[in-house]
């Protein structure tokens, strides 16, 4: 018996090795520093929603200071119970979703072994960011000899998971329909000589370095699945089940769905093949979902550089599991629609191009998304707007008839109501509410990179942009690194736009504040009446020509300071544009024409989408239209007020992320 159970070991061993030694190769050259490397068995016990996992990590101290422990996240403790950090922080609420009364989710390490030394009792829960003693999401484990710089760990573990129902910020299961997202013990990001491992916040998501992932995915034979990385085969096991294998390089992250209902859609654009998996009632939408899968790769590759993953994977959730939509892992993203949607509401596009975005702004480049959401989340919200409206016509929200909204315009609303609660760079759990955080990370970060695109021109923003990705792709980003490469290509520091921004509450208010034009009246007088009386008779006899003294006065009304134009408008058609430093205060313009001054307008064209008032940045002499503008402001204040209710703010965003 010892040595048939000792020959079973040797073939799976073999059998292990095989499968390891058959993975693809699909970059020859890494394009990371493949720090943390995973290779994860895993089981799905679908009645239970359980997950039975073994994890062999393999993590290189590439820093140069000594590592004396290990810091992981175990994310899926945050649906342990309601005294974590971030139910504590959601009320238990996210998304408008619930969690089931007997519907938690947990991981729980049930042994873990260090270079082959079983340190599982040592297991150590910390909370860094708050006074939450019940938070599970992060764990501490001792290294026994001290890890020096350029050394390697195998670290291995068996863990137990049990996704939350239903699906609940970003992960989870539904009836026959399952997600796992950060569904594994994952390691922490040692950087400065510590660990940077936060506990899982309402308003955070993730941050992780580089590696490579071999991942064997066990589910029902017949099920479907879709993961990150290339599917290398299916193997048929003769108890019912089916082991998926998967092979990732140079990602951070790793996702998987799976479902016996799902509809495949395959397509392909550029270089990179695409799979869509939809829902069986949602079918009629796959050819929607693909070709908004293909434009994104086409729009971004072409504007913005080359995606350089062989694939991509857009997944559509089962009904009553949005909490799983508009979500974004490594060449694996969520979508999200709804039976009957109008042509002319651009959820699935919006909300794929969104996603696919952040294979970009998050999943190349690896900034910190619980330090500097706005890095991510508002770059692709910028790129999302302008692939958006170029796509659609500046229709890129909704285009239903009379009804159009812009994708800047939407952005511009989310960020006027919420423009002065925080400043924009805020650690994710700092700001004054979900919706200060949101506008702060998604909105207002687009609506000032819009306006920056607008001052310094579509190619040099552009340009800046592939320049930032070829620059500091898989390297871990901070703030001051992209407004370097934006000041760099620009040819000009614009640090004096971002510290505005990133480090105040500071609005922008800019204003026509009063107007005139009154006839130039004849020069009376002692010294002007003698001149008229003392005229002789063969004096030129000169036509008199009226002249018309014009003035304006413009204010800054807020603390943001930005550069501005003015333009002025004649009765007899001439326009004449000033340019305003704007910063001081108030500034006035005096003119003696023939013509009449008719009207002036601070920022004509509205490029400066940051300003807090469209209404007040121009005057007009003219009143035959004037109840007509009363009646237009009026409509717009109504219309402004009514797309900043709440419930309006979060849409479409409700399901990107």
Known sequence: MIIRNGFILQFFLYLAIATLSAQPVIFENPLSPRI????????????????????????????????????????LNAFRNSQSTFMIESGGRHRSNLIDKDGWGYIDIDSITIDGSDVSEYIEFLQPDTDHP?????????????????????????????????????????AEYFFAGQWFPKIGVFENGVWNCHQFHVNTEFYADFGVYDVRINVPAGNIVGATGLEVEIIENENGTATHVYHAEDVHDFAWTTSPNFVEFRG???????????????????????????????????????????????????????????????????AGTIYGLPAGVYLPELV??????????????????????????????????????????????????????????FHRLRYLFFADYDPMLKHGWKYYSGSSYGANSYSRPAVILL?????????????????????????????????????????QDLNWYFDQILYSNATLDYSV??????????????????????ATSDSLEVKEIKQYESGIGVRRLGEFIFPVEIELTFADGEKIREKWDGKDLWKRYKYVRESKLISAT???????????????????????????????????????????????LIFPFSLSR
């Open 352 to 409: 794929i191009l969104h996603e696919f975005g952040h294979n970009y702004w998050y999943h190349l480049l690896a900034s910190n998304e619980f330090e500097e959401a706005w890095l991510d989340e508002g770059i692709n919200s910028y790129t999302e707007a302008k692939i958006m409206d170029h796509i659609f016509n500046d229709a890129g929200a909704i285009n239903m008839g009379a009804v159009q909204l812009s994708n800047k315009q």
């Open 36 to 75: 943390a490397n995973y290779d994860i068995d895993v089981e799905l016990d679908t009645s239970n929603r359980m997950l039975h996992g073994r994890e062999t990590l393999t993590w290189f101290n590439k820093t140069d200071t000594p590592v004396q422990d290990l810091h992981f996240h175990l994310y």
């Open 134 to 174: 019940h938070d599970k999401t992060v764990c501490r484990i001792p290294l026994f000899h001290i890890l020096k710089p350029g050394q390697s760990v195998n670290i291995e573990i068996e863990f137990t998971a049990k996704l939350p129902t239903p699906p609940f910020a970003r992960t989870g299961a539904k």
């Open 513 to 534: 504040a009063s107007i005139y034009s009154r006839e130039v009246k004849k020069n009376r007088g002692v010294d002007f009446d003698d001149l008229e009386e003392n």
């Open 602 to 648: 601070v920022d004509p064209e509205q490029k400066i989408l940051i300003d807090m008032n469209f209404s007040n940045n121009s005057r007009t002499l003219s009143s035959k239209d004037h109840g007509l503008k009363k009646v237009a402001i009026r409509m717009l204040f109504w219309l402004q007020s009514f797309l900043e209710m709440p419930e309006l």
């Open 451 to 491: 306006t920056l695109d607008n001052y310094l021109g579509a190619d040099v923003m552009r340009n800046a942009m592939q320049e930032y990705v070829k620059e500091w792709s898989f390297k871990h980003p901070k703030t001051n690194d992209f407004i370097n490469v934006i000041s760099r290509v620009a040819g």
């Open 268 to 334: 392909r654009e550029q270089d990179v093949d695409i799979r869509v998996l939809m829902q069986s009632d949602m079918a009629y939408q796959g050819e929607r979902h693909l070709e908004a899968a293909k434009f994104s790769v086409r729009y971004f590759q072409d504007w913005y550089g080359d995606y350089p993953f062989p694939n991509l994977t857009v997944v559509d959730p089962r009904r009553g599991a949005f909490g799983s939509g508009g979500m974004e892992y490594p060449t694996l993203i969520t």
